[in-house]
């Protein structure tokens, strides 16, 4: 065949699309009943396609990798993303949040369209065929494509190769990472897979008492801030993330997610600020917090001065010690900026996203490996990592239309196709 594009969802199907497009026959192989199982999952709550903020603040979301991903996103950005959607009969809207999403907020109708048009291109375009519960298996000795099915396994030989296998989290809907050692083995460089967009254990854990009462509730109107080892701020957000029976997550900490992970890693545990009164000043907070309370409890007081109960004056009495609580310059300061200690992210299959993967720099600027001419990687396996909001998404419909264009122009150059480089010894892989 053509061109064998491994792994069925938004990149994959992307890539899958601009070949297509272009008269080229693809076949799209995936592992599992149907294509786009994640895609779907994470429409449940509202299909959230990509986020409406200006170009440059849109980059920046990308952390270390943004130069290589605004490439990517010049080929297919933001406004793009709407278009396609719109091109599928999907109307898109800006919510207050400026996040972007299908009128009618689902995810199953645009995949339906997607397919359908897959299927059945315009005029010009070759239908993508698709080829369900077929598992990549790694390479044959001659480098032909293995992949395990319910008739047992089957080989293929392409032109080109498409690897869109998403990271390592959601391993019951396909991305389970099982492609790492193939192509670390093959000589593609890769990074350790890592969780992103992930929850995290608080130091200790929280008391029985805490954990018994308060799992599962959100901290509302919040904000959070990371700090590096000299105190400059490297995050400062406002938002909310809910309490876990081990420790925290949710769209705040996620956001801040790749710093509290590398603070980890560089020093065993890390540390955020949680400011639980983020729209009043420190100077308003502690002429309230002085305020004669006579006989009222701490609790009682700080309720009626500053409207703080429920959760956030919960986890006031479980980081604060009674000293603390009876100073109040320590505990105005502690409202504003409570120490939340880290121990761990929680574990990778947990996580919404991964960190980690092929490395960019094993790549060209078409995201084909530099060692292997004919084999293209796109999607989360990549070595980069954005919040939630959109960023994920379009990156990953990106990064296909990226391959797709690559695969292209390397058919129309490819003299031998060679899915491995020379050097690899071919029985190990």
């Not at 299909?47 to 920046?60: D, G, I, K, Q, R």
Request: glycine share 12%; hydrophobic share 45%; proline share 7%.
């Amino acid at each position: 065949m053509e061109v064998a594009v491994i792994g069925g969802g938004p990149a994959g199907l992307m890539a899958a699309e601009v070949m297509s497009r272009a008269g080229v026959s693809v076949h799209v192989f995936d592992a599992m009943p149907s294509v786009g199982r994640k895609f779907l999952l994470a429409g449940k709550g509202g299909m959230n396609l990509t986020h409406a903020e200006p170009l440059p603040a849109f980059v920046s979301r990308y952390g270390r990798q943004a130069t290589r991903v605004q490439a990517w996103l010049q080929a297919f950005g933001p406004q793009a993303v709407r278009d396609w959607a719109n091109g599928l009969g999907i109307d898109t809207f800006v919510g207050s949040s400026q996040r972007v999403f299908p009128s009618d907020m689902k995810a199953a109708p645009l995949l339906r369209a997607w397919l359908h048009r897959l299927r059945h291109p315009a005029p010009g375009g070759a239908p993508v065929q698709l080829h369900m519960r077929h598992r990549w298996l790694g390479w044959t000795p001659e480098g032909a494509l293995r992949l395990g099915t319910p008739q047992g396994e089957r080989t293929v030989q392409a032109r080109a190769t498409v690897l869109a296998l998403g990271g390592a989290s959601w391993a019951r809907l396909g991305s389970d990472g099982a492609w790492f050692p193939w192509l670390q083995a093959a000589g593609v460089p890769v990074a350790p897979l890592q969780p992103s967009n992930c929850g995290f254990d608080v130091v200790g854990g929280w008391t029985p008492f805490f954990a018994e009462r308060h799992a599962g509730q959100p901290f509302k109107s919040v904000a959070i801030r990371v700090r590096d080892d000299a105190g400059q701020v490297l995050f400062h957000r406002k938002g909310e993330f809910v309490a876990t029976a081990t420790g925290v997550e949710g769209s705040l900490v996620y956001a801040a997610s790749s710093l509290l992970r590398e603070q980890i890693q560089d020093h065993g545990q890390a540390r955020f600020e949680l400011d639980l009164l983020p729209d009043r000043t420190p100077e308003q907070v502690l002429a309230q917090v002085a305020h004669p309370r006579g006989s009222r409890s701490v609790s009682s007081h700080l309720k009626s001065r500053l409207g703080l109960d429920g959760i956030k004056m919960a986890i006031v009495n479980e980081l604060l010690d009674k000293a603390s609580l009876h100073d109040p310059a320590r505990l105005a300061g502690a409202l504003k900026a409570l120490p939340v200690t880290l121990a761990q992210a929680r574990p990778i299959d947990e996580a919404i996203s991964t960190a980690g993967g092929v490395r960019l720099d094993g790549l060209d600027e078409h995201l084909m490996v530099s060692a292997c001419p004919g084999l293209f990687c796109a999607g989360e396996m990549l070595d980069w990592e954005a919040p939630t909001g959109g960023y994920l998404l379009t990156a990953c419909l990106a990064s296909g239309v990226v391959a797709g264009q690559g695969v292209l122009a390397y058919l129309a150059t490819e003299l031998t196709p060679s899915q491995l480089p020379p050097s690899t010894d071919r029985s190990s892989v």
